[in-house]
């Protein structure tokens, strides 16, 4: 993200370990899948402060770059 000066970790629950925390694991016992991850977008502060929030209903969709890029602006977090 060197084109729009922002500088920020991007993080992954791979295990699924804090999907759960923040209502973003669907547990589904008719699904094949079962236990999958909705698409969620979070934004913290350096000091851990949440300041925004986007969890999609369906994993499948996506928000736009420009929109993450926004979020991430106007949260401060930057």
């Given amino acids: 993200m060197k084109q729009n000066d922002i500088k920020q970790l991007m993080l992954s629950d791979f295990r699924r370990q804090m999907l759960p925390a923040w209502d973003a694991l669907v547990t589904d016992e008719k699904s094949p899948i079962y ?28 928000l736009k770059p420009d929109e993450v890029i926004k979020a ?4 401060g977090a930057s």
Avoid: H, Q, T, W
């Avoid at 925004?52 to 969709?61: A, E, G, H, I, Q």
């Avoid at 991430?72 to 949260?75: G, T, Y």
């Fill in 72 to 75: 991430v602006k106007e949260s």
């Fill in 35 to 62: 236990r999958y991850a909705k698409r969620a977008y979070f934004i913290l502060d350096r000091n851990g402060m949440v300041k925004y929030v986007k969890v999609m209903n369906n994993p499948l969709d996506l």
